[in-house]
């Protein structure tokens, strides 16, 4: 039994050091057009991931212009000049492909997962839709997916509960014109006056070479790739330039309370400030910060709140840092006829005592180690690869970032948790309650 001990003790002590090395080998080379392409061999299986990341979202949408980007997501698999409806999807999920395409506030992805020997047909159904997708769209296959799009924010959004939240935090938390003001999906009154010629002129400036990165990760020879790379995207032309949403941090000049009835069971509470953006030291000290309140039953949310008290039936805390602004979200789900009002009271007397003393090495450690494990599990298969690769080029400038994540977390100290903390946390914030249909006295009214 000693031995098994000790070996273990050898493993535990092993694995701790070679943990946080993630070391992935890529090349990475331009297109004369300005496309960048990014290449990591993988031979351990048969197959090959290729993501085509646009860098454009929602933050690259207007106001009275929102959803362009999630509906292009749509119309990009509904045929292009040499491709016919539906074509794209039933060519790839012949040969066994796993196939998608998700979009955010700051970029679009799509992917195709395929056995080797059908990498080419990826790549020529990547190239035809980024070269040629505008001549084979029509006004019906626009409406259609226009309706698409809306159906699907009335079974997400709409009809589901606590649906609306984030857009209403948004929205009390952002100006108008502010990037991340609007949903990702958009609103239906502007999918509804989206005409032909505006999502047209969208295609054209953000779907172009040089606004793209091509990533191909898995078991196939860069030397023979290259030259089909070339052949299917190296005869596009470059778009035309667009300035990028830059940096807005935003803060409170005071505290907002909103309360929303809706069709739910349980009382939920919001509890929002501005945070910082993604990958800089601060949003990885608030991600651990995170961690440290929620992330386990050992966390002090979960142990105060849900173990002892047992008021709360869930609490979660999350770092949003995005590419040019984040938001620091505590969620609280009451207990059933538990008022948000004794959540909030809860919650603000454990940020009480991390703001006034801090939290414990012991802590931080804790929450770098499942750091560590969410970046090594989402490099484990070729696909996890390619888009973590697509997003450090594209939100980062450098690829090679990947490798360099737990750099940032290694030397995370206490005060620098607690200073930080304080930086955003004693901002004014937003607070959010979705309480069950004619239960107002559920809510929070009052703030600080």
């Given at each position: 039994?000693?031995?098994?001990?000790?070996?273990?003790?050898?493993?535990?002590?092993?694995?701790?050091?070679?943990?946080?090395?993630?070391?992935?080998?890529?090349?990475?080379?331009?297109?004369?057009?300005?496309?960048?392409?990014?290449?990591?061999?993988?031979?351990?299986?048969?197959?090959?991931?290729?993501?085509?990341?646009?860098?454009?979202?929602?933050?690259?949408?207007?106001?009275?212009?929102?959803?362009?980007?999630?509906?292009?997501?749509?119309?990009?698999?509904?045929?292009?000049?040499?491709?016919?409806?539906?074509?794209?999807?039933?060519?790839?999920?012949?040969?066994?492909?796993?196939?998608?395409?998700?979009?955010t506030e700051d970029g679009t992805?799509?992917?195709?997962?395929?056995?080797?020997?059908?990498?080419?047909?990826?790549?020529?159904?990547?190239?035809?839709?980024?070269?040629?997708?505008?001549?084979?769209?029509?006004?019906?296959?626009?409406d259609n997916q226009r309706d698409?799009?809306?159906?699907?924010?009335?079974?997400?959004?709409?009809?589901?509960?606590?649906?609306?939240?984030?857009?209403?935090?948004?929205?009390?938390?952002?100006?108008?014109?502010?990037?991340?003001?609007?949903?990702?999906?958009?609103?239906?009154?502007?999918?509804?006056?989206?005409?032909?010629?505006?999502?047209?002129?969208f295609f054209r400036t953000y779907?172009?070479?040089?606004?793209?990165?091509?990533?191909?990760?898995?078991?196939?020879?860069?030397?023979?790739?290259?030259?089909?790379?070339?052949?299917?995207?190296?005869?596009?032309?470059?778009?035309?330039?667009?300035?990028?949403?830059?940096?807005?941090?935003?803060?409170?000049?005071?505290?907002?309370?909103?309360?929303?009835?809706?069709?739910?069971?349980?009382?939920?509470?919001?509890?929002?400030?501005?945070?910082?953006?993604?990958?800089?030291?601060?949003?990885?000290?608030?991600?651990?910060?995170?961690?440290?309140?929620?992330?386990?039953?050992?966390?002090?949310?979960?142990?105060?709140?849900?173990?002892?008290?047992?008021?709360?039936?869930?609490?979660?805390?999350?770092?949003?840092?995005?590419?040019?602004?984040?938001?620091?979200?505590?969620?609280?789900?009451?207990?059933?006829?538990?008022?948000?009002?004794?959540?909030?009271?809860?919650?603000?007397?454990?940020?009480?005592?991390?703001?006034?003393?801090?939290?414990?090495?012991?802590?931080?450690?804790?929450?770098?180690?499942?750091?560590?494990?969410?970046?090594?599990?989402?490099?484990?298969?070729?696909?996890?690869?390619?888009?973590?690769?697509?997003?450090?080029?594209?939100?980062?400038?450098?690829?090679?970032?990947?490798?360099?994540?737990?750099?940032?977390?290694?030397?995370?100290?206490?005060?620098?948790?607690?200073?930080?903390?304080?930086?955003?946390?004693?901002?004014?914030?937003?607070?959010?309650?979705?309480?069950?249909?004619?239960?107002?006295?559920?809510?929070?009214?009052?703030?600080?």
């Open positions: 039994m000693k031995k098994i001990l000790l070996c273990f003790s050898c493993f535990l002590i092993l694995y701790s050091m070679t943990f946080a090395q993630l070391n992935i080998n890529f090349e990475q080379y331009k297109l004369a057009n300005g496309m960048n392409v990014i290449l990591h061999e993988d031979h351990s299986a048969p197959i090959v991931a290729t993501v085509v990341m646009y860098h454009v979202g929602s933050k690259n949408e207007k106001p009275k212009r929102t959803g362009f980007a999630h509906l292009f997501e749509h119309m990009m698999f509904q045929g292009s000049q040499n491709v016919g409806d539906d074509e794209h999807f039933k060519m790839l999920s012949e040969v066994g492909a796993n196939i998608n395409g998700f979009t992805t799509y992917y195709e997962v395929v056995p080797s020997n059908n990498l080419e047909l990826a790549l020529y159904l990547e190239s035809d839709r980024m070269g040629y997708l505008l001549p084979a769209m029509t006004q019906e296959k626009l698409v799009v809306k159906n699907e924010r009335r079974q997400r959004v709409d009809n589901q509960p606590y649906g609306t939240a984030d857009e209403k935090i948004s929205k009390a938390m952002l100006p108008p014109s502010h990037p991340y003001c609007w949903p990702v999906i958009g609103y239906m009154e502007d999918l509804s006056a989206a005409a032909m010629e505006d999502v047209k002129d779907y172009a070479p040089n606004n793209a990165c091509l990533v191909l990760s898995g078991d196939f020879s860069s030397s023979e790739v290259k030259p089909m790379i070339e052949k299917y995207f190296g005869s596009f032309p470059q778009g035309k330039s667009f300035e990028r949403p830059s940096y807005m941090p935003v803060m409170m000049s005071q505290q907002k309370i909103e309360v929303f009835e809706d069709k739910v069971q349980l009382p939920r509470l919001y509890i929002s400030w501005h945070s910082p953006q993604m990958e800089t030291r601060e949003d990885a000290v608030m991600t651990v910060l995170a961690r440290i309140l929620s992330s386990g039953k050992n966390s002090r949310f979960y142990k105060s709140m849900v173990y002892e008290k047992q008021i709360a039936q869930s609490v979660n805390a999350f770092q949003g840092g995005l590419e040019i602004g984040g938001i620091f979200q505590i969620v609280v789900t009451a207990k059933q006829e538990k008022s948000l009002t004794e959540m909030y009271s809860a919650v603000k007397a454990i940020l009480s005592d991390v703001l006034q003393n801090g939290v414990t090495e012991k802590e931080i450690e804790k929450a770098v180690t499942g750091i560590e494990a969410q970046i090594i599990n989402s490099a484990q298969t070729v696909l996890g690869k390619a888009t973590n690769l697509a997003s450090y080029y594209s939100y980062t400038g450098d690829p090679g970032n990947i490798n360099k994540q737990m750099e940032t977390y290694k030397d995370i100290t206490t005060q620098e948790v607690l200073s930080v903390a304080k930086k955003y946390l004693e901002q004014p914030n937003m607070l959010l309650s979705i309480v069950p249909e004619g239960k107002p006295e559920l809510a929070v009214t009052k703030g600080e």
